[in-house]
């Protein structure tokens, strides 16, 4: 079936270090996938997506390529801030699933100032 | 706007109680989708509608969930002779259509709790 990994956590890093979080999956057919991001006491919010190969999602400075030959998204950012700190779920919808989200454990990013 | 609300916010059951989660999804969204958050298992799909009707049920993990949507707003979902594997955080989402081109809104959740 329909699966996403992504690097387990937490990642622990210093303010305006790069920051990468790993994310491959698996899907039949042609999958959308998203980066959602759960910041301490609120809810999930979307972050970026991309919908098909070779796409970049971008917002508040992270980006995302959808690799087809890898089956990976990887969530960068070059300089990361305290407010960053947040759990990151890599997640991805087919249209014969009902575009439900399919989802990562979660990486959950501690930024020290 | 409003955005995706639910209740409550904090549920404490005792094992082998009936609990209702309510959702109101943003008004004008038909979809609607319930994933349940919890620690052993992640985040997970429980059921999907469509309007009022529910064409994936297929995440519901034993016959003693359920849901139901009426009007093409309000969800409700139930969960009967509660066990203590139930304990997790119930998430609604919401989005204009089902569609890889629309954004699932999500609501703060409900966090069970079975004692």
């Known amino acids: 079936g329909d699966s996403v990994t992504q690097m387990e956590g937490p990642v622990t890093l210093s303010e305006e270090a790069c920051l990468t979080i790993?994310?491959?999956?698996?899907?039949?057919?042609?999958?959308?996938l998203f980066w959602y991001v759960q910041y301490p006491g609120e809810g999930l919010q979307l972050l970026l997506k991309?919908?098909?190969a070779d796409d970049k999602g971008s917002n508040k400075g992270f980006e995302a390529t959808y690799r087809k030959e890898t089956t990976s998204f990887h969530l960068e950012k070059g300089s990361v801030q305290v407010s960053d700190s947040a759990v990151y779920f890599c997640?991805?919808?087919?249209?014969?699933?009902?575009?439900?989200?399919?989802w990562g454990a979660g990486t959950k990013l501690i930024i020290k100032p | 706007g409003a955005g995706v609300s639910q209740s409550p916010s904090n549920k404490v059951t005792e094992k082998g109680k009936d609990v209702e989660l309510r959702c109101d999804p943003i008004?004008?969204?038909?979809?609607l989708y319930w994933y349940r958050q919890s620690l052993g298992q992640g985040l997970e799909f429980l059921i999907y509608?469509?309007?009022?009707?529910?064409?994936?049920k297929s995440g519901l993990p034993s016959d003693r969930f359920s849901a139901e949507r009426t009007g093409g707003s309000v969800s409700t979902l139930t969960i009967q002779r509660t066990q203590q594997e139930d304990s997790a955080v119930y998430l609604c989402?919401?989005?204009?259509?089902?569609?890889?081109?629309?954004?699932?809104?999500f609501g703060p959740g409900t966090r069970l709790t079975v004692t």
């Open positions: 989402a919401s989005s204009l259509q089902a569609g890889l081109s629309y954004e699932q809104y």
């Open positions: 008004s004008g969204h038909t979809a």
């Open positions: 509608f469509q309007g009022n009707s529910a064409p994936d």
């Open positions: 790993n994310c491959t999956y698996t899907a039949t057919g042609y999958p959308s």
């Open positions: 991309a919908t098909k």
């Open positions: 997640a991805l919808s087919v249209v014969a699933g009902n575009y439900q989200l399919i």
